[in-house]
């Protein structure tokens, strides 16, 4: 860790938590930009609400260090941090009025009441909501609710927000509704965001870098486009958008390229920084990066298999196509490109050996 790094808005430096024998969270070190949207992504129970609490200070860390602007934060109460929370379950003041939960953290901070008018009013607008202004919670929807949630919170122009499945309540058309108000609201103010999901399109829309994780553990921390071309686990491959795994033994590999003997064919694909050098390696190649037809030249590898079914899915068709040993791969085929094979026809399928990755 050195003086530079600790400049960043946010830096973790191998925090951990453990209850008793059982660990919640591994030691986990990273940092976060001043402004920057970071989502922790990952199943149930693999440690984003742990990892968030203990930013929160709501949780106190086993092991590690936080650091806020360059200063030790780890120990320093939560009311001292002046942190935005917003949750799942939206905790309004049901005896306040909308402007009242609103204006309340700047009562705290004891705003000059003029400010404090113009303060609400104007973030009210900002989530549509300044015709509720004098509505009671329970007379408004969820999503309304939870509105005023991020109202509440963005009012006081916190230096940091942290948000924990804020919208894992409201259903599909309100939940992208609010992704879009959310990342509208964070831009306008510059926050910096620490935003909790397993959602993994929400994390895709919303974030400048995704962090997944599983099991107590980081698997990979990155730019939305930057996991989902270059994933370096397995894991982070099947997680984030879909992929078709062909599992196999490594052959060999060089300073860049393995080849991976699966029971369909032998292959190369790009390994990561990640990589231990394991016998056990799948290789991942995106639907998209998949094509009908043999491959065409020495750039390309391929398989055969039958087609099992195809998904019309507006634009293009999804193909189902299983290899001999039963794996089941999935590509993208647009009409307009080529014949359509039937259902139980044996089809070759071909993608370019650069856009393959070997992970282990
Ligand atoms: N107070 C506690 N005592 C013991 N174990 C705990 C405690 N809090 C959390 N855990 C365990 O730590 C692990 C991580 O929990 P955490 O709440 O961080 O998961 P999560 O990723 O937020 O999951 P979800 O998506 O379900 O909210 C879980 O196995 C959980 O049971
Ligand atoms: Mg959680």
Redesign the pocket.
């Known amino acids: 860790m050195t003086a530079a790094s600790r400049q960043n808005k946010l830096v973790l430096e191998g925090l951990s ?1 453990r ?2 024998a ?4 591994e030691p986990t070190s990273l940092s976060v930009d001043d402004g920057e949207f970071l989502t ?1 992504l ?12 203990m930013i929160s200070g709501l ?1 106190e860390p086993s092991e590690g260090k936080l650091w806020v602007d360059g200063e030790d934060w780890t120990f320093r109460p939560v009311n001292q941090r002046g942190m935005g929370l917003v949750f799942q379950h939206y905790a309004l003041f049901p005896h306040m009025t909308v402007a009242e939960n609103v204006a309340f953290p700047l009562q705290m901070r004891k705003l000059p009441q003029a400010e404090l008018r113009s303060r609400v009013d104007e973030t009210l607008k900002k989530v549509q909501l300044d015709a509720f202004a004098h509505r009671f919670p329970k007379e408004l929807s969820g999503g309304q609710q939870q509105r005023v949630a991020l109202a509440r919170c963005f009012v006081f122009r916190p230096r940091l927000i942290l948000m ?2 804020p919208l894992g309540a409201l259903d599909k058309a309100l939940r992208e509704n609010m992704q879009m108000e959310i990342r509208r609201l964070h831009k306008e103010y510059g926050t910096t965001v620490v935003y ?1 999901t ?1 959602d993994q399109e929400e994390a895709l829309v919303m974030s400048d870098r995704i962090c997944v ?1 599983n099991h ?1 553990k980081v698997e990979q921390l990155g730019a939305p486009h930057r996991i989902y071309a270059d994933p370096e686990t397995l894991f982070a491959a099947t997680f984030i958008g879909h992929s078709n795994v062909l599992t196999g033994k490594r052959l060999s590999m060089d300073d860049r390229t393995a080849v991976i003997r699966t029971p369909s064919g032998d292959f190369r694909g790009a390994y990561t920084a990640r990589d231990r050098g394991t016998e056990k390696v799948a290789l991942i190649v995106r639907p998209e990066q998949m094509r009908l037809g043999p491959p065409p030249d020495g750039e390309y590898d391929g398989v055969t298999g039958r087609l099992n079914d195809l998904v019309y899915v507006g634009a293009d068709t999804r193909l189902l196509v299983s290899l001999p040993d039963s794996t089941e791969i999935m590509l993208r085929h647009d009409p307009a490109t080529g014949a359509m094979p039937a259902i139980g026809d044996q089809v070759a399928v071909h993608w370019a050996k650069s856009a393959a990755r070997i992970v282990s």
Do not use: R, W
Request: charged residues 15%.
């Open positions: 938590k209850y008793g059982f660990t919640a969270l922790l990952g199943p149930s129970g693999s440690g984003k609400t742990t990892l968030l609490q949780t924990d499945e909790v397993h994780m107590a």
